[in-house]
């Protein structure tokens, strides 16, 4: 069995119904609950919960004190290459997009990597698209063994691959892997996605299964917010995170909140969410789930960022570039997203200093992999 | 107050402190010389054993201070035999808490691996502190196998829960051979001076201080805790009883007999 017997178990428009008829009532006893269930986590996304931002603000802070601390986790994406044979019409890599295509050399990522060590990250994300010929499986493992003895942490965003190659890239020296289905209303996924390897819904649903019987320590959930209705693909991210837990009880979990940002296909999001909504969802995931982690990137904007530190967020990237190259290569080639906050790692750790938090460079090493 | 001999060691203290989620190394630094603690745990993970330089090391760098390296984040024996390996070379010490808890969740110990590891760690020569649930037969297989204490949890780390699990305490502290070190679960001073009522040789604690408004307070607390804990025990406390005496003797009667 797989989640995709589990995610077939539930009807799109029933689930989307429950979670708009939730009350005022059902929000008070998920905030009141001990150990939250999935039920109470549609409770804390609904509209019901907005008049209780403030409760589930200071339940979320003392969950992720209690749990993680006063740190936050630093990592920090490389992208590689923006080669893709993918046609996701919201996505600025989409290969029908007219742009200069670029895939790192393993020269070219040493370059990046000096100026990334010397900003202080010892965790590394490696993103590319999906292009079998030009960022496929080996150039990747060759790119991990290439960055691993430089970092305590390498994970990846990429194209899903077999269990047998997370197999070896684990070998290779991978911790992590981030994997988001963009959206999980199986038609609608058809209508963003229709060309390409990444057309194959439940190829992709069916990943972090395979991640889990591969054996990779994390695995990164999350869902496209704007595709479609924010809340109904967020519980269905939660339901599956519910369901990794019980069946890959070894492997932890992240969960992650792209937000469709402008970009160069100029794609208009479908059902927006709004700061107040990302706030809400954040903390509901918190209350949910107080041991996942939440990471939340330079896509967000400073005050956004600068605040949600505090109210259940434990990773945070910095001085990001979204582009093959921007560290050291090239300048401006072409970004897959405009970052929102583009302070200087340094920058950023005098902010989370000041409010009190440790900035965690390291959080992983050579002799746990 | 009697000292602690564990390991090749003698303590004056009997509170363990951990070092992960301080809001600053200097405070983490702060909140431990305030508690007097003399035995320090770090996550290998959390420190660069290839420079020698780290951050966290050097905030430990007091003479009185013991670090006990742990092996947070391995997930079965043989890795934990590595990790230690490395930890030993990296930061010349043979000192070593023992923790194997595959599931990340609710970091509970893996009985079976633990003891694997222990008894593979114990023949290389290392001072293990196993990280275990309160499980009396498993903390008399560990006993056996050289361990130099065992250290069964209160409650799940970082819970505050205080000692869920205190029948199986008390059934561990008697039987033991070997220092009992309530780990994991200590959410106040209370629950601190509480099993060292009980019996327990020492107690480790580190969400509790770590996350505290005041750290260096709360470390002040905990020291307090625990001595008087201590003492009492070694003082030995009033029994406890629900049945009233009797004023009147029930028995006098014998006597008239």
């Known amino acids: 069995m797989t989640f995709e017997s589990k995610h077939s178990s539930y009807n799109w428009d029933e689930v989307k119904e429950s979670i708009y008829n ?107 698209g999906e292009h079998p ?31 047998e190659e997370y197999k070896e890239l684990v070998d290779a020296g991978l911790n992590t892997v981030y994997i988001y289905q963009e959206t999980y209303h199986k038609e609608r996924y058809a209508v963003y996605h229709p060309a390409g390897k990444k057309s194959n819904f439940s190829f992709r649903l069916e990943t972090p299964d395979r991640l889990g019987e591969a054996g990779v320590h994390k695995v990164g959930l999350g869902c496209l917010l704007g595709l479609e209705d924010w809340r109904t693909d967020s519980f269905f991210t939660a339901a599956h995170l519910d369901y990794l837990e019980k069946n890959y009880w070894r492997t932890r979990y992240s969960i992650s909140f792209p937000r469709l940002r402008p970009h160069a296909g100029s794609f208009e999001p479908n059902s927006p969410a709004s700061d107040r909504d990302l706030a809400q969802l954040i903390m509901a995931y918190r209350i949910f789930n107080p041991d996942v982690d939440l990471s939340l990137s330079t896509r967000e904007s400073v005050k956004f960022r600068d605040n949600m530190m505090q109210l259940g967020i434990t990773a945070m990237s910095a001085g990001s570039k979204t582009e093959p190259g921007g560290y050291a290569v090239y300048n401006k ?34 002799c746990l992999q | 107050m009697s000292v602690l001999n564990l390991g090749d060691r003698e303590f004056k203290s009997r509170l363990f402190t951990g070092t992960g989620k301080f809001a600053s190394n200097q405070l983490m630094e702060d909140a431990i010389l305030a508690s007097e603690s003399e035995l320090v745990t770090v996550a290998l993970r959390r420190v660069d054993l290839k420079s020698n330089v780290d951050d966290i090391l050097k905030h430990l760098n007091h003479p009185h201070i013991q670090l006990l390296p742990n092996t947070s984040g391995v997930r079965n024996a043989k890795e934990a035999v590595f990790a230690a390996q490395l930890a030993r070379e990296a ?54 196998v050289g361990t130099a204490a065992v250290m069964p949890l209160g409650a799940p780390i970082g819970s505050n829960q205080g000692l869920q699990t205190k029948e199986m305490l008390r059934i561990i502290i008697e039987q033991s051979n070997v220092p009992v070190v309530v780990d994991a679960g200590i959410g106040a001073p209370s629950h601190a001076a509480d099993a060292m009522e009980m019996g327990a040789d020492a107690v480790l604690v580190n969400t509790a201080i770590a996350v505290s408004p005041n750290p260096v307070e709360m470390g002040r607390a905990f020291k307090m805790a625990v001595e008087a804990g201590r003492m009492a025990h070694e003082a030995q406390l009033a029994q406890t009883g629900t049945v009233a005496e009797a004023s009147s003797p029930l028995t006098a009667f014998l006597d008239e007999l």
């Open chain 1, 22 to 128: 939730k009350t005022a009532a059902d929000v008070e006893r998920a905030l009141l609950a001990t150990r939250a269930n999935l039920e109470d986590f549609k409770a804390l996304i609904s509209p019901a919960a907005q008049p209780y931002l403030e409760q589930m603000a200071a339940k979320s802070r003392a969950l992720t004190l209690k749990r993680f601390g006063k740190v936050m986790q630093m990592y920090i994406p490389l992208y590689l290459s923006n080669a893709c044979a993918n046609a996701c019409v919201y996505c600025g890599f989409n290969h029908s997009n007219d742009i200069q295509r670029i895939t790192l050399t393993l020269d070219q990522v040493k370059q990046e990597i000096a100026v990334i060590k010397s900003m202080g990250f010892d965790h590394l994300l490696l993103v590319t």
């Open chain 1, 133 to 163: 010929k030009d960022c496929g499986f080996s150039y990747l493992k060759d790119v991990i063994e290439l960055v691993k003895p430089h970092f305590s942490q390498v994970s990846i965003e990429v194209q899903p691959m077999k269990t």
């Open chain 1, 333 to 366: 080639a072409l970004e897959q997203f405009k970052v929102a906050d583009d302070r200087s790692p340094e920058v950023v750790c005098d902010m989370i200093k000041a409010k009190g938090y440790e900035p965690v460079w390291k959080d992983w090493d050579d």
């Open chain 2, 91 to 144: 930061l010349q010490t043979n000192w070593l808490k023992l923790e194997i808890h595959p599931d990340p969740k609710y970091l509970l110990p893996d009985p079976v691996e633990t003891l694997k590891a222990a008894e593979e760690l114990v023949k290389l020569g290392f001072i293990v502190l196993p990280y275990i649930q309160a499980d009396p037969v498993l903390c008399k297989r560990l006993e056996e």
